[in-house]
């Protein structure tokens, strides 16, 4: 079982940034891939960006391609995404998500792909 354990959601006007955490306190996540994905309100959860087990791979949704970043640091088994010139599109929950893997070079788009589920975080941008 891995705890998830999610941060950095707010309100903020619009081309502004923020930057989401997702830390594992009692687990080494240099052996999963990660995921964020996000819930806008009355919609379906939808993909934002992905990261390979070593972070040298990434996929983005067009939507936040070029705006967000999606990075990790696994000697504080911590994935991160930055999110800059927000839009009031961006309004929507943000989860994390982590998959265990074999190939430190897959990553995953799909939200049935992943194991273990942070508790989300909501991200508000404003006009």
């Known amino acids: 079982q891995v705890q998830l354990v999610e941060s950095g959601g707010g309100l903020v006007q619009a081309g502004g940034s923020l930057r989401l955490s997702c830390a594992a306190p009692q687990s080494s996540l240099s052996n999963y891939a990660a995921g964020w994905f996000r ?7 939808q993909f ?13 949704a067009d939507s936040v391609k070029g705006r967000f970043t999606i990075s990790r640091d696994n000697t504080k088994n911590t994935v991160y995404l930055q999110m800059n010139s927000l839009t009031p599109e961006d309004t929507a929950v943000y989860y994390c998500a982590v998959k265990r893997v074999y190939y430190s070079s ?3 788009e799909r939200s049935e792909d992943y194991a273990y589920w942070g508790q989300g975080t909501q991200v508000t941008v404003s006009v």
Not at 39 to 45: A, T
């Open 39 to 45: 819930q806008p309100p009355g919609k379906e959860r």
């Open 106 to 108: 897959s990553y995953y």
């Open 48 to 60: 934002v960006a992905a990261s390979s087990g070593s972070g040298s791979r990434t996929s983005y």
